[in-house]
Nanobody
Framework: QVQLVESGGGLVQAGGSLRLSCAASGSTFSNYAMAWFRQAPGKEREVVASISWSGGSTHYADSVKGRFTISRDNAKNTVYLQMHSLKPEDTAVYYC????????????????WGQGTQVTVSS
């Protein structure tokens, strides 16, 4: 079992930056690939970025490539999402998720989820 708790969301103007954190507890954090998903009102949950168990490999959705950076600190059991140049279309609830394999894109493939943190980007 892994418990995930996100933090760092908030209201920011377009062009601004935020850093999301996801603290894990329970089972061995470094055994899991991690990902950030987001879900906007009326839309399906979509993967934003994912990172391998070691942190050596990352993958990004085209919509955030070059603006967002996913990283992890296995010593702190934490995964981060640094977001720059935020756009109104980035507004969503952001979730972190833990799963057995890297590069999984479907929510159903992930075993554990946080409760989500709201990110709102004003124009």
């Amino acid at each position: 079992q892994v418990q995930l708790v996100e933090s760092g969301g908030g209201l920011v103007q377009a062009g601004g930056s935020l850093r999301l954190s996801c603290a894990a507890s329970g089972s061995t954090f470094s055994n899991y690939a991690m990902a950030w998903f987001r879900q906007a009102p009326g839309k399906e949950r979509e993967v934003v970025a994912s990172i391998s168990w070691s942190g050596g490999s990352t993958h990004y959705a085209d919509s955030v490539k070059g603006r967002f950076t996913i990283s992890r600190d296995n010593a702190k059991n934490t995964v981060y999402l640094q977001m720059h140049s935020l756009k109104p279309e980035d507004t969503a609830v952001y979730y972190c998720a833990a799963g057995p394999l890297f590069l999984m894109i479907l929510p159903s493939e992930y075993d554990y989820w946080g409760q989500g943190t709201q990110v709102t980007v004003s124009s």
